[in-house]
């Protein structure tokens, strides 16, 4: 079996995410009953962090370890990919060494190089461009909500709405909205747009899929009889020096109360985290019985495990 990586969800086919989320089931009941599951046993993963981290660096430790596998943590200091030591040499090097390498980092072309070289599976645990596994474990999360199957998922005629940054996440939310067919209403401020490259190509797939894909600037409309509200942080990391002026010219993308109203009154919100209570969401909103943040924080164990499981299997 050729060398699989999760870089992109582009890449992926839908009967190949369908199988993360069947396996992501799996092991997340498995878990629950207490039954082991060592499908990497005696397998290394090496986490290379060019980015803070919290939900990505613990899940994917305790990922690794509820596998049977461990994980090595390498902090920016450490490696300094493309600066201390070239990518090719650091691939060659990890390629020896461990049975994956995960990492969290600025430039999206940086993990494509590390991909390019190395001959174990590397998983993009985010980018600036890019944020896969956490999209694939909001998917994963909806269908749960909406108790559909997860290895055969009807998502037609759910409408996500996404209010805030045209970021990582919004770019591969629109990339799993055209594989899987989810409507997807993005509202964002000028200028603030997510890919448009992206976006094209999601509009390729949404022909077949049958997903309606929207972007416009107002809030209000893209929230309208929504099934469920997604927003993600205005300033992402990097992004520090904008903060003054992004902070006047989304304030009126904010997720609140009479905004939240818009959606349908079963309406689930949701938020990557970490959150800036009071600036993106209102603290009425994300702490609302219909906030489920802290299942998508959950679920980002069970799906990387899933996507662990599948990878490094065989390398």
Known sequence: MAKKDLIDLADLSKDEVLEIFSASAELKKKLKEKKQADILKGKTLVMLFEKPSLRTRVTFEVGMFQLGGIAINLDPSTVKLGVRESIYDAAKNFSRWVNGIMVRTFSHKKVEELAEYSEVPVINGLTDLLHPCQILTDVFTIIEKFSL??????????????????????????????????????????????????????GVLAKTSGARIEVGTNPYEAVKDADVVYTDVWVSMGKESEQSKRLKIFKPFQVNKKLFARAKKTAFFMHCLPAHRGEEVTDEVIDNPNSIVFDQAENRLHVQKGILSILMKNS
Not at 167 to 193: C, H, K, R, T
């Open 149 to 202: 199957d997860p290895s055969n998922p009807d998502l037609k005629g759910i409408k996500v709405s996404y209010v805030g940054d045209g970021n990582n996440v919004v770019n591969s939310l629109v990339q799993a909205s055209g594989l899987l067919g989810f409507d997807l209403s993005i509202a964002s401020p000028e200028g603030y747009f997510c890919s448009k490259k992206i976006l094209d190509a999601a």
